[in-house]
């Protein structure tokens, strides 16, 4: 049999002495299936990986009358826009309605635009999808067209077509149209733009509800995920194995009252029935991204689900008494039942089959600053319910391990760890001291935050904007201990996964793995080192030669039953083999200058390279200073 040893080899520090490491003829554990995957957090789906163009598309949660309440619409050609709250609301999750009143003077086309989230691409030769509910609520003599566009900024028209509408519509009727725009602008600052024609609409009112405009999306699922974020660069290159959703501080209610936290039926059905909710990170969830979508993308990427319930508390202190959550119990029985049991309400939304879950976390990191002793009722109280309906799933616990003490006792915990490149470079050895007792460790959120002089300011998160190779090394040296530990590590993803490269959104949390924009994604380099890992993921760990626990240079030695690539090259880490090793291999080595970041205006400074290596059952290696080195050695 052809087996491949993957060396993850890291050099953290410039001074290499020589060092000699020897490899096991055995493997000691095998490397779970669900090792390396991704936590789904905050700046992630609106505007983001959810592919919906519109902001503000459907008037959620904002007040009637407000000039907020018109975030990214303006107007066209002096229309008077409103937002109200409806008489007769297109759907009871959707109250406000965008009032829209031609003026009784007008010529020419009248109407209003949306400038998106922070711009929008448009592709030529590619359909975008647009949507609208519209109504006349005074029952007007009137027939006329309404026009539907793609422009760009200055107004040029990109792409565009217009339906017949009647006054007498004063109920509320949905318009589907087809925009393809035949130029491609170089610009992203683009706009969705409704008209009618001011002189044949002069004095009339038109009222909008729930708009969409969807590009074409990742394996065409309606919507869906916007494509580039999903398959081109980033998220299907890492080979992620799960996903946990619906993020950490998304899943609860920071600062907010309990009827803001995230509920899971809401999410569900017709966009015209999700309501969204005012999210943890001052922006409105639309829920378009919903628990659905969560697991057709979980399928789509044949991804393992780790879905959050919401546990009774929120960050800004928030509880629920012991006595009252029972509903929310139930409410967390009904999810995992809808999603593996009950099959009347998937086969209405078009999946009648169950979807795989395994993993239930319950609540989000609670940490002692955050009272930690309500910790322990929740956990007694979901746990003893959940597992009378669904023995066979696991429940993780989402406190520091050992602290407090829970009953029932997890089988898994959550551990999170956003530290400095110092702290994380000297704690690859982190779970080795860990007891081999059954308890299973998901290291569900880990990143390097700030660099070795980093404190830890009180108005930011973190001291790197965007992750260096110096913040991707020491990630790496962390991971190591991952592969080492993967008897007990079964599970680990860097976060926070996506940011947006604009201060739309609040962005203290960073660095994060994906920056990306209107038009583009930005692999950062921590991004390079997940897909490393991810990519050269083994199926058994090696034991061999320990790196020093203070050290400069850390390895980890997998195998794996199957061939990818190999060549030659050689020196400064002598490794020995005890297998017969064919003399070329491939490495591919992720390296720069210790503060070298991907960002947007040079997204590709840090990239991996790979080459050939001469090897052989003894063979010496040099790995440059601040480098990630993944050695593929073909043996039998
Ligand atoms: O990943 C960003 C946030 O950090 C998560 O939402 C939260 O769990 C943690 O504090």
């Known amino acids: 049999m052809i087996f491949l040893v993957g060396f993850i080899l890291l050099s953290i520090g410039s001074a290499l002495s020589q060092i000699t490491v020897s490899v096991s003829p055995t493997a000691s554990h095998p490397i779970p299936t669900t090792l390396w995957g991704q936590m789904y957090e905050v700046n992630a789906g609106d505007g983001g990986l959810y592919a919906e163009l519109l902001q503000n598309r459907a ?7 407000t000039s907020a309440a018109l975030k990214a619409w303006y107007s066209v050609n002096s229309a008077l826009l409103t937002v109200v709250n409806e008489t007769e609301p ?94 491609t602008p170089d610009a992203t600052d683009n706009v969705f733009v409704v008209t009618t024609d001011g002189a044949a609409a002069s004095g009339l009112t038109i009222n909008f509800a729930m708009f969409s405009l969807f590009p074409p999306t990742f394996k065409n699922r309606q919507n869906g995920m916007r494509i580039d974020i999903a398959e081109v660069s980033t998220l299907q290159a890492m080979k992620p194995s799960f996903f946990r959703f619906p993020g950490g501080n998304n899943l609860v209610c920071r600062g907010q009252n309990t009827a803001s936290r995230w509920v899971w039926n809401t999410t569900l059905g017709h966009l015209v029935d999700r309501p969204g909710r005012s999210g943890d990170w001052g922006y409105i969830n639309t829920d378009g991204l919903g628990l659905l979508e969560y697991l057709l993308w979980c399928e789509d990427l044949e991804m393992e689900p780790i879905m959050a319930v919401w546990a009774g508390y929120g960050l800004g202190g928030q509880s629920i008494a012991e006595d009252d959550l029972e509903p929310y119990i139930q409410s967390a029985i009904d999810q995992a039942l809808f999603i593996y049991i009950a099959a009347a309400r998937r086969a209405e939304l078009g999946h009648p089959e169950p979807f795989k879950l395994t993993y239930v976390e319950i609540g989000n990191e609670v940490r002692p600053s955050l009272r930690i002793g309500r910790y322990g009722y929740r956990w007694n109280l979901y746990v003893t319910a959940l597992q009378v309906e669904f023995p066979n799933l696991h429940f993780i616990a989402t406190t520091f391990p050992f602290n407090p003490i829970l009953d029932p006792t997890p089988t898994e915990y959550d551990v999170h760890v956003y530290q400095s490149s110092t702290w994380m470079s000297e704690n690859s050895f982190y779970y080795d001291g860990f007891q081999r007792n059954g308890t299973k460790y998901f290291e569900g959120e880990y990143a390097t935050t700030k660099n070795d002089q980093g404190v830890f300011p009180s108005t930011t998160r973190s001291t790197f904007q965007y992750s260096t190779v110096e913040a991707a090394t020491a990630d790496a040296v962390f991971m190591t201990g991952f592969e080492r530990n993967a008897d007990i590590v079964f599970a680990a993803s860097y976060a926070p996964l996506l940011q947006v490269n604009a201060s739309f959104f609040r962005t203290i949390l960073h660095p994060n793995l994906v920056v990306f924009d209107a038009g583009a994604v930005y692999p950062s380099v921590s991004y390079y080192v997940q897909q490393l890992f991810g990519f050269y993921r083994g199926d058994e760990y090696i034991p061999s030669t320990l790196p020093a626990r203070n050290g400069t240079v850390f390895w980890s030695v997998v195998r794996k039953t199957s061939v990818i690539n190999r060549n030659d090259n050689a020196t400064d880490v002598t490794f020995q083999l005890p297998f017969n090793v064919s003399n070329t291999a491939t490495v591919t080595v992720l390296t720069g200058a210790k503060t070298s970041a991907n960002t947007p205006s040079n997204p590709d400074l840090v990239l991996p390279q790979t080459s050939s290596i001469f090897t052989g059952s003894t063979f010496d290696y040099s790995a440059p200073p601040f480098s990630v080195n993944v050695l593929v050695l073909n043996i039998d």
């Open 59 to 65: 008037f959620q949660q904002v007040a009637a009358g």
């Open 90 to 183: 297109v759907s009871s999750a959707l109250p406000n309605a965008l009032k829209v009143t031609v003026a009784s003077d007008a010529t020419g086309p009248v109407g209003f635009g949306n400038t998106g989230y922070f711009g929008m691409k448009f592709t030529a030769g590619n359909t975008y999808n647009a949507s609208f509910y519209y109504r006349f609520p005074e029952n007007p003599d009137f027939i006329g067209e309404l026009n539907a566009s793609l422009q760009t900024s200055a107004g040029n028209v990109l792409a565009s077509t217009s339906v017949l509408v009647a006054g007498n519509q004063t109920s509320w009727k949905q318009v589907f149209v087809s925009l393809t725009p035949d130029i």
